[in-house]
Nanobody, 118 residues
Framework: QVRLVESGGGLVQPGGSLRLSCAVS????????MGWYRQAPGKERELVAR???????NYVESVKDRFTISRDNTKNTVYLQMNSLKPEDTAVYYC????????????WGQGTQVTVSS
């Protein structure tokens, strides 16, 4: 049974930082690249960052040089360090394998809300 549990979100002022964590149960973590995704109100869910099993990373242009994705393969956990946060980063953040499974599959967690506001 695959389970993904995101945590670490919250309310932060512009320019602030947050560190998100995603604990993954099941065997998928050891065989898949992982990604962080976000969905803002009224918008499609989008990929923010991804990381291969070996640690190679890739970011969407809007978060480059501000966000850092990492993974601890011994803890089946993937992280997203977010610095210099902007109001447009406000969204619910999810983790999932990359490529992601369909949202209708049931293998998405509840996500963690990130709100950037003064």
């Amino acid at each position: 049974q695959v389970r993904l549990v995101e945590s670490g979100g919250g309310l932060v002022q512009p320019g602030g930082s947050l560190r998100l964590s995603c604990a993954v149960s099941g065997s998928i973590f050891s065989i898949h690249a992982m990604g962080w995704y976000r969905q803002a109100p009224g918008k499609e869910r989008e990929l923010v960052a991804r990381i291969t099993i070996g640690g190679m990373t890739n970011y969407v242009e809007s978060v480059k040089d501000r966000f850092t994705i990492s993974r601890d393969n011994t803890k089946n956990t993937v992280y997203l360090q977010m610095n210099s946060l902007k109001p447009e980063d406000t969204a619910v953040y999810y983790c999932n394998p990359y490529p992601p499974v369909p949202i209708s599959s049931g293998y998405w967690g509840q996500g963690t809300q990130v709100t950037v506001s003064s």
